[in-house]
């Protein structure tokens, strides 16, 4: 079992950033790719951007550019850096680890607005 926990969220104004981490525990050393989610109102479930375990990082295009994913394995953390925030960015980003089955955060709550 892997337990996810997120932190970071908040509400900021559009063009602003913010920096979401997850910690991950537990039967780390089988963890293969990590990421991020989001869920917003409506919409459907998203894949945001992933890192594998070599560092290989993919994003959803509507981030990419403004949204970077990066890992520290000897912390056990992934962060998501969110830059130039949009109001359509606003959603509860869930933390996401591969291990032998897949492991979720209980999310946190991204809200753009002026």
């Known amino acids: 079992q892997v337990q996810l926990v997120e932190s970071g969220g908040g509400l900021v104004q559009p063009g602003g950033s913010l920096r979401l981490s997850c910690a991950a525990s537990?039967?780390?050393?089988?963890?293969?790719?990590m990421g991020w989610y989001r869920q917003a109102p409506g919409k459907q479930w998203e894949l945001v951007a992933r890192?594998?375990?070599?560092?290989?990082?993919n994003y959803v295009d509507s981030v990419a550019g403004r949204f970077t994913i990066s890992r520290d394995n000897a912390k056990n953390m992934v962060y998501l850096q969110m830059n130039s925030l949009k109001p359509e960015d606003t959603a509860v980003y869930y933390c996401?680890?591969?291990?032998?089955?897949?492991?979720w955060g209980q999310g946190t709550q991204v809200i753009v607005s002026s």
């Open positions: 890192v594998t375990s070599g560092g290989i990082t």
């Open positions: 996401n680890a591969e291990s032998r089955g897949s492991f």
């Open positions: 537990g039967n780390i050393f089988r963890i293969t790719t």
